[in-house]
């Protein structure tokens, strides 16, 4: 079965702007979780999504948002975008209260910010 | 805040090896640790996982070791593989239904052919 798909892999961005990311999530999942990866802290927490409802959000600053859609897919925006936001963005999809064993990750978009 | 550490940051072992991470928490309401594996491009896999109930979990070469008391576990890799090179994650999450995981900072492991 298809994975979680996440579009675009690779965008460069400038100091200012604002990007949209994409997350696809496996057929029949509804949960989809955002998670920043950077080289000094890891993978730290965004958000989740279920039912297009946001459930659990990290502690990042309101430039960071997201939404889902009916189908389930979701997307993350990042508004006024500083060089610190440059990092690897990856979702994950899961059915909800299936546990953390159903958690799949995407292979995540690289967002540069110059 | 870090809530879950992870040690060491890198690792280089020798082929055939036992590769040994350990990772630290505080939080008492974590109720699942898994641990991730990622390869350079692509997003982490979930490479093996455990409750507080059980002590140890083998699948294959992983095993996790857990110690409750102690609130610590470790994955460890037995007879390790030039193909195991990659980052290791630990991660813990609370049970309160969502999927939020709290991961270690990673350890990059070199198994040496």
């Known amino acids: 079965k298809a994975g979680v798909t996440q579009t675009p892999r690779y965008l460069i961005k400038t100091r200012g702007q604002q990007v949209t990311l994409s997350c696809s999530p496996i057929?029949?999942?509804?949960?989809v979780s955002w998670y920043q990866q950077t080289p000094g802290q890891g993978l730290q927490f965004l958000f989740e999504?279920?039912?297009?409802?946001?459930?659990n959000k990290g502690n990042f600053p309101g430039r960071f948002s997201g939404r889902q859609f009916s189908n389930s897919r979701s997307e993350m925006n990042v508004s006024t975008l500083e060089l610190g936001d440059s990092a690897l963005y990856l979702c994950?999809?899961?059915?909800?209260?299936?546990?953390?064993?159903?958690?799949?990750f995407g292979s995540g978009t690289r967002l540069t910010v110059v | 805040q870090q809530q879950v550490k992870q040690s060491p940051q890198s690792l280089i072992v020798q082929k055939g090896g036992i590769s040994i991470i350990n990772c630290a928490y505080e939080?008492?309401?974590?109720?699942?640790f898994p641990w991730y594996q990622q390869f350079p491009g692509k997003g982490p896999a979930l490479l093996i996982a455990?409750?507080?109930?059980?002590s140890e979990k083998k699948e294959g070469r992983f095993t996790i070791s857990f110690n409750k008391s102690a609130k610590q576990f470790s994955l460890h890799i037995m007879d390790s593989q030039p193909g195991d090179s990659a980052t290791y994650f630990c991660?813990?999450?609370?049970?309160?239904?969502?999927?939020?995981?709290?991961f270690g900072t990673g350890t990059r492991l070199l198994v040496s052919p």
């Open positions: 994950a999809s899961s059915f909800p209260g299936q546990g953390g064993d159903g958690y799949t």
């Open positions: 057929s029949g999942h509804r949960s």
């Open positions: 999504y279920f039912s297009e409802t946001q459930r």
């Open positions: 939080n008492t309401a974590f109720d699942y």
């Open positions: 455990i409750r507080p109930d059980v």
């Open positions: 991660a813990a999450r609370e049970d309160t239904g969502f999927q939020k995981l709290v």
